[in-house]
C-alpha cells in the first residue's frame, strides 16, 4: 500500500484530457498495475481528483511547470527503481539462506544416519579410543536429532 500514493500522484501529475480512466489491477504475482484499459477481471477503475483549469493551459502559478512535473516523475521512476532493486535482492537474500538451511539439513540428516549405525567413540590424549556409553551415545544422537527437526523441519 506505501507504492501507491507516489503512483497516483505521478497519474494525477500527468493525466491527459479530461475524462481519461485510470485502472488498477493485481497480477498473479501480486504487483500493482495501473493502465489506460482494463487488463484484468479484478481491474478497478481510480478516481483521482480534477485539476483546476485544465492543467497547462492554466495561467502561470496554477500548478507545477511542465519541467517540475517531469522533474517528479523522474524522481519517482528512481524510486521505483530503487525499491525494485531492494525486493530484487531481498529475494536473492532469502534464495540464499534457504540453500544454506537445505545444506545444514542434509548435512544433520547425513551425521544422524552415520552415528544411529555405528559405534562411537573419542580419541584421548594419548591417541586411545575411549568408546561412548550408552547414555552418551544417545545425548549425541538427540542432539543431531535436533538439528535435523530446527533446520528441515518436523517429521
Not at 507516489?6 to 504475482?29: H, K, M, N, S, Y
Not at 479484478?42 to 495561467?59: F, H, I, K, W, Y
Request: with cysteine.
Amino acid at each position: 500500500m506505501r507504492g501507491i500514493y507516489p503512483v497516483l500522484g505521478l497519474l494525477w501529475l500527468t493525466t491527459g484530457p479530461a475524462g481519461a480512466e485510470i485502472f488498477r489491477w493485481v497480477d498473479a504475482q501480486g504487483q500493482v498495475h495501473f493502465g489506460d484499459r482494463p487488463r484484468a477481471e479484478s481491474a478497478e477503475q481510480v478516481r483521482l481528483p480534477r485539476q483546476s483549469g485544465g492543467g497547462d493551459e492554466a495561467g502561470p502559478g496554477s500548478g507545477p511547470s511542465q519541467a517540475e512535473r517531469m522533474e517528479l516523475q523522474q524522481r519517482m521512476l528512481d524510486a521505483y527503481r530503487k525499491e525494485r532493486e531492494e525486493r530484487r535482492e531481498a529475494r536473492r537474500t532469502a534464495a540464499r539462506d534457504r540453500e544454506e538451511q537445505e545444506r545444514r539439513c542434509l548435512q544433520g540428516r547425513a551425521q544422524l544416519e552415520d552415528y544411529s549405525g555405528a559405534l562411537l567413540y573419542d580419541l584421548d590424549e594419548e591417541s586411545n579410543r575411549r568408546f561412548y556409553s550408552d547414555e552418551e551415545r544417545e545425548a549425541l544422537l538427540e542432539r543431531y536429532r535436533k538439528v535435523v527437526e530446527r533446520e528441515c523441519g518436523p517429521g
